[in-house]
């Protein structure tokens, strides 16, 4: 009879082992949505150059099927090879119509020129310009992404895109 109990014992031993083994982990996050992945790879300029609101917008009509991978001109050629290794699909060139592809810059306000009219403000889609009406403003060089969005609505043209401080 004890020899049974035993037996009993490690049989559900066994079988507890190979549950565990067979069952998935439960740690293990699934893996993120497509559009999530897609997003990850783009620059998050925010600059709209690809024709679409930001690069969110831009990684949901790639997803889609309603934007090529070839329209990001800050994300350039490592960007595209990106987005194809990730969505299987051969590297293609960067599409002329949405830019070229350039060295990172940043904003800089020439601070003596500034006006305080705070049109850049409205324009910046990543929040990186500090100022108030009628006060001189700021770049966060920290936070520009270069777009360069900034430079058309400037009535002094005090705007510049300059390589990043280093």
Not at 92 to 115: M, S
């Amino acid at each position: 009879m004890l020899s049974g109990l035993f037996a009993a014992l490690a049989l559900t031993a066994v079988f507890v082992t190979a549950l565990r083994r067979l069952a998935p982990a439960q740690d293990a996050a699934p893996p993120a949505p497509l559009v999530d992945r897609i997003d990850a790879l783009l620059p998050q300029t925010q600059c709209g150059q690809c024709r679409y609101a930001g690069c969110r917008p831009y990684a949901e009509a790639i997803a889609s099927g309603d934007a090529d991978i070839n329209q990001c001109p800050p994300g350039g050629a490592a960007g595209i090879r990106a987005l194809a290794t990730l969505l299987e699909r051969e590297p293609k060139p960067l599409n002329p119509e949405h830019g070229v592809e350039a060295p990172r810059t940043v904003a800089l306000i020439d601070e003596a020129v500034c006006i305080g009219c705070t049109k850049c403000i409205q324009v910046c889609p990543v929040d990186a310009i500090l100022g108030a009406p009628q006060v001189m403003h700021s770049i966060l060089s920290d936070e520009c992404t270069g777009c360069g969005l900034c430079l058309a609505p400037c009535p002094v043209d005090c705007i510049a895109l300059v390589p990043p401080a280093r």
